[in-house]
């Protein structure tokens, strides 16, 4: 389930298309059984504190309403599934459901897991089922290892919940956070669905923009577009598309290669046969002498080649069961890690074999003709000249010219790819990549609210540590695709046609943060540890924030409000201009980033940096345990260093680069055999004519 506007950007982005549905609306939604033979709602929750038996561990977890198990058809092999009374009251009954992989790993199969107690982000659960093996979600490439109710929302993340204020993730129309999947009556078509349902829709775009009227961002101008929403419905035949969007482009970029080097291999087996045939005119025409028909000699060669294609393929499906987990460890490296369980099934093997049956016929059929066209008393009382040896071979040798061309092409291919991986790689993003420690940590897990003491002590403590050059935070690692947006309100800025739909990105960060990463300030000054709650609320802009809003003027003093965040449309005052850095990925262009102190607006879980004087790896272990020493029940995780971050935003490049480059090499190893294999063959069928060269006083380099 989608919803679209033609003219309207969402609160989420500058799309106009939004997936997220309020938890009223889906409960509205799912009163319309006309069309729908039922509907389901999910959210994901990411890194759970799963604690068993006093030990705690991550688990990636997801919240589900009581419909979603029955509507996907899926069954428990152990206790039950989720029910729609487990999500009737929030948080009456707090039960999970966790997946056979987690079953297996975190409890070794214990028969005894149905009325199990765990904690989990430090609340009480039970646990009353075990998903099928082959159950792994709805988002093809995510690991779910535990479902929970959509009304324990209270107990897992209290402060995204947001219980009984006028943001109540289950009761506020507003807080759009839930993905939204349908099962059609049988016999319902898409269009009379979205027909059935669109009166339901328009009723809560009209509640939503009645119940934004007079809070911070309110405009006729929005509520008029939320009206202009309408609904849109996606085939979920294969999941949610955020697998498909990340990896679909550089995979058809792959399967051009992989085209090419097809090409190239039948060019090399068509040489192949072309010689063969060659070196069989006689036996053929033997044949033909005493009686075989032409199409009796041609359905033999045909076969011949067909036998050939068939048992490449079969090699090619074995290796395709060796290759494909190299494949998913080149995708399981980004910054969401691919999980998937891949391998060759009967459609690859029926692709496999058609592709070699269609090219073992498109390219054994020339072959085979040209090595029945023969005369048969010529053919048996002469032998072949050379003459004759070189008019058949023209259209061996323009087949290796061909395979030569395209080998050029793959080689040259590969090498621009893997030297724009190298330029990323190399680029500067606005800050220094070396000797910078990522982790990242959520005191609300463990029922920890008030977390700016708690972040002071753990800088404090890391600050004073050997080897250590300076510390900070921030809400959201470096390149984060997580990066809150915004509208902004500026004083003084340069009138622009709609400022009022201008968008910011906005990050919180703690003191000395531009310090840490090496990001320079080109006016004004980074935050400290004065700017906390209580003083004057403060703010800097990246430069370009502050050429779209002030041009060339000096943006410090200045006044900005971003009501839209957090609800506080207070004034903030710049108090810097940094240098851009990339926020998202590397490949971004310029971004308008506003920075806040973490310590104004205290957030629940958020990324350390810490820069050290030696290598991270080696002070990994030393920063942990002090973060452990100051509360050892604190969860801490994504721990990596900020080179290997940027690394991880490239897997895309990587993939494309390491296969491009893999089938350069072998379309070059082909091309050399092909070469090879023709002058071999040519030089043979010519020893004669070589033979007489040289007894007439040819030279041998002459000859070469």
């Not at 929403?229 to 399967?255: C, H, I, K, N, Y």
């Not at 040259?412 to 910078?436: C, K, M, Q, T, W």
């Not at 690394?647 to 055999?673: I, K, M, P, W, Y």
Request: charged share 20%; glycine share 8%.
């Amino acid at each position: 389930f989608k919803s679209t506007s033609p003219t309207f950007p969402t609160a989420d982005s500058d799309s106009p298309i939004t997936n997220a549905f309020s938890y009223p609306a889906f409960r509205k939604m799912s009163q319309q059984t006309q069309v729908l033979a039922g509907l389901l709602a999910f959210r994901k929750l990411y890194s759970v504190d799963f604690e068993v038996d006093g030990n705690s561990g991550l688990a990636e977890g997801q919240l589900v309403s009581g419909s979603y198990f029955s509507v996907l058809g899926v069954r428990a092999i152990r206790g039950r599934t989720i029910l729609p009374a487990d999500e009737s009251v929030a948080g009456q009954n707090p039960v999970a459901v966790i997946g056979y992989d987690y079953w297996r790993s975190r409890f070794a199969l214990d028969p005894n897991i149905v009325g199990k107690k765990v904690l989990l982000n430090n609340a009480p659960f039970t646990i009353i089922g075990v998903t099928e093996p082959e159950f792994y979600g709805v988002q093809p490439g995510a690991r779910i290892d535990v479902s929970v109710p959509l009304t324990t929302m209270v107990f897992v993340n209290p402060a995204f919940a947001a219980a009984g204020t006028p943001a109540d993730v289950l009761n506020s129309p507003f807080r759009n956070w839930l993905w939204v999947m349908g099962r059609l009556q049988p016999g319902v078509a898409k269009e009379k669905a979205v027909a059935g349902l669109q009166p339901i829709f328009a009723q809560l775009m009209r509640d939503l923009a009645d119940a934004l009227a007079g809070m911070p961002g309110d405009s006729p101008a929005r509520r008029q577009g939320i009206l202009e929403f309408r609904l849109q419905l996606d085939p979920a035949s294969q999941g949610l598309a955020t697998l498909r969007e990340q990896f679909s482009r550089p995979l058809w970029m792959v399967m051009t290669v992989v085209a090419l080097l097809l090409l190239i291999t039948c060019a090399n087996v068509a040489n192949l046969l072309l010689a063969r045939a060659d070196a069989r005119k006689r036996e053929f025409a033997v044949r033909l002498a005493i009686g075989a028909g032409k199409g009796r000699l041609m359905r033999q060669l045909i076969t011949e080649s067909i036998l050939l294609g068939v048992a490449g393929g079969a090699l090619g499906v074995g290796l395709a069961y060796l290759g494909s987990s190299s494949l998913l460890t080149l995708m399981a490296h980004g910054r969401s890690p691919v999980s998937l369980h891949v391998h060759p099934d009967l459609t690859v093997l029926a692709f496999a074999l058609a592709v070699s049956l269609l090219t073992a016929l498109a390219f054994g059929t020339i072959p085979a003709w040209r090595a029945t066209d023969v005369n048969p008393s010529r053919s048996i009382m002469q032998n072949t000249s050379s003459t004759d040896v070189r008019e058949r071979h023209r259209l061996g040798k323009a087949l290796v010219v061909l395979q030569v061309a395209i080998c050029l092409v793959l080689v040259l291919g590969a090498g621009l790819l893997a030297r724009s991986l190298a330029n990323l790689r190399d680029f500067y993003p606005g800050f220094n990549r070396e000797n910078v420690l990522l982790f990242h940590v959520d005191p609300a897990v463990i029922g920890i609210k008030d977390t700016v003491p708690l972040y002071e002590r753990m800088l404090s403590r890391l600050r004073q540590m050997p080897g250590i050059r300076s510390a900070s935070l921030s809400v959201h690692e470096p390149l984060s695709t997580n990066v809150s947006d915004t509208s902004v309100k500026v004083q003084g800025a340069t009138a622009r046609e709609r400022d009022d739909l201008t968008r910011v990105d906005v990050e919180p960060i703690g003191p000395d943060y531009f310090t840490t990463m090496e990001t320079p300030v080109l006016r004004g000054r980074e935050f400290t540890a004065a700017d906390r709650e209580g003083r004057p609320k403060v703010a800097i802009v990246n430069r370009s924030m502050a050429r779209h809003f002030f041009g060339s003027a000096d943006p410090v003093g200045r006044f900005v409000s971003i009501p839209g965040y957090r609800s506080d449309p207070s004034w903030l005052q710049i108090v810097g201009e940094v240098r851009d850095v990339k926020v998202h990925d590397l490949r971004e262009s310029s971004t308008l980033m506003l920075y806040v102190p973490m310590l104004q607006a205290p957030e629940g879980g958020v990324t350390f940096e810490v820069r050290t004087a030696v290598d991270p790896v080696y002070a990994q272990t030393a920063v942990l345990g002090a973060v452990k020493d100051i509360d050892s029940r604190l969860p801490v995780y994504s721990v990596t260093s900020l080179a290997d971050q940027l690394d991880n935003s490239l897997v895309e490049e990587r993939l494309v680069a390491s296969l491009s480059s893999l089938f350069g090499v072998l379309a070059l190893l082909l091309t050399c055999v092909g070469l090879y294999g023709l002058l071999a063959y040519t030089v043979n069928r010519r020893s004669s004519e070589i033979g007489i060269r040289i007894a007439l006083g040819a030279k041998r380099g002459r000859i070469v």
